[in-house]
T-cell receptor, first 111, second 115 residues
Framework: GNSVTQMEGPVTLSEEAFLTINCTYTATGYPSLFWYVQYPGEGLQLLLKATKADDKGSNKGFEATYRKETTSFHLEKGSVQVSDSAVYFCALSPFGNKLTFGTGTQLKVEL | ETGVTQTPRHLVMGMTNKKSLKCEQHLGHNAMYWYKQSAKKPLELMFVYSLEERVENNSVPSRFSPECPNSSHLFLHLHTLQPEDSALYLC??????????????FGEGSRLTVL
């Protein structure tokens, strides 16, 4: 079956540090890949996506590249802010809008 | 109101109680979802409704009973729950499930505690 594996958190960084949150997946075929973000007290919202190999999704300074050879979709940001503190979920969808999510990784950014 | 609204935001119930969670979307979508969010576990897809018809039921115990009276409303009826059912229950909506955008719009969730 399909599955998504994320690094365990929490990840604690100082403001302006570089961020990487690892995500690997198992799926048949060529799924679309997503990162969702959940700010405190809010629902999940789509951060970025990539629909085919070597695509790069980007939004709000975050980036992730669809790597078919390593079945990965790592999330990166060059300089995090306190306002980026949230839980980040990696997800995949083989078709349609039926998403399989990972466990989520909590990010804490401190001054 | 806009987006996806869930009520109540917090619910505490005993194992013998019957309660319901409500979700309403104002986005003109025709697919709605229930997810369960537990600590250190992947989000679990529970039910999917498309055009008011249930299209997925992921082996969820019968003590959870969904209802979708129209494309804007979704309920989750709860009865004789167990303490391990305590979790954050998230509702989401999207365009029809066959339209592959991958973008779900989530509510803020209903935090359920079963005593």
């Amino acid at each position: 079956g399909n599955s998504v594996t994320q690094m365990e958190g929490p990840v604690t960084l100082s403001e302006e540090a570089f961020l990487t949150i690892n995500c690997t997946y198992t799926a048949t075929g060529y799924p679309s890949l997503f990162w969702y973000v959940q700010y405190p007290g809010e629902g999940l919202q789509l951060l970025l996506k990539a629909t085919k190999a070597d695509d790069k999704g980007s939004n709000k300074g975050f980036e992730a590249t669809y790597r078919k050879e390593t079945t990965s979709f790592h999330l990166e940001k060059g300089s995090v802010q306190v306002s980026d503190s949230a839980v980040y979920f990696c997800a995949l969808s083989p078709f349609g809008n039926k998403l399989t999510f990972g466990t989520g990784t909590q990010l804490k950014v401190e001054l | 109101e806009t987006g996806v609204t869930q009520t109540p935001r917090h619910l505490v119930m005993g194992m013998t109680n019957k309660k319901s969670l409500k979700c309403e979307q104002h986005l003109g979508h025709n697919a709605m979802y229930w997810y369960k969010q537990s600590a250190k576990k992947p989000l679990e897809l529970m039910f999917v409704y498309s055009l008011e018809e249930r299209v997925e039921n992921n082996s969820v115990p019968s003590r959870f009973s969904p209802e979708c009276p129209n494309s804007s409303h979704l309920f989750l009826h709860l009865h004789t729950l167990q303490p391990e059912d305590s979790a954050l229950y998230l509702c989401a909506s999207s365009q029809a499930t066959g339209v592959s955008t991958g973008e779900l719009f989530f509510g803020e969730g209903s935090r359920l505690t079963v005593l």
